[in-house]
């Protein structure tokens, strides 16, 4: 015989399943079915969904802190008004298109005309999107870039000790 949860054991047995977007929602959408007379199948939608969209709220959070980003710039702060800057290009850059053909963006141009705001804003674009990206100043992605490589000659020479 099949026993009744009540609502504390409901809602810890969401926090033990990490079910954390229906535990959230439970109480709201539970009051808005009741009262609206929604069926079982409506009910467990809705918890679903809500439980999605904690997910993908989640991720976004979190590939936004991977992003290491410098600060929280948008396109829609950013005044195009008097630079040379395509605006155009930038929007559609904000898409990522151009990640799904594996391209990179590299913004170049003097200091404070606008490089750093828009690359942070487009990647948060690109990552709410859902997408991943990383920022990277010149200096922190040369570096990057020369460990790489002298990594790589490391082991092209443990290949050519263990080929002798």
Do not use: W
């Amino acid at each position: 015989m099949a026993t009744t949860m009540e609502r504390i054991d409901i809602l810890a047995a969401l926090a033990k399943l990490k079910l954390h977007g229906m535990k959230a929602a439970y109480d709201e959408l539970l009051t808005t079915a009741v009262k609206r007379q929604h069926s079982p199948q409506q009910i467990i939608g809705d918890l679903i969904q809500a439980e999605i969209s904690e997910k993908q709220a989640r991720s976004i959070r979190y590939q936004m802190t991977t992003a290491k980003l410098p600060l929280a710039k948008e396109l829609s702060e950013f005044s195009f008004t008097g630079t040379d800057i395509n605006e155009g290009l930038v929007n559609e850059l904000a898409r990522g298109d151009f990640l799904d053909h594996q391209r990179n963006v590299v913004l170049i141009g003097g200091t404070g005309t606008g490089k750093t705001h828009l690359a942070v804003a487009l990647a948060r674009a690109c990552i709410r999107d859902g997408r991943r990206g990383r920022f990277f100043n010149v200096v922190d992605l040369v570096n990057k870039l020369d460990a790489e490589a002298r990594a790589e000659r490391r082991r092209d020479a443990a290949r050519v000790h263990r080929a002798h």
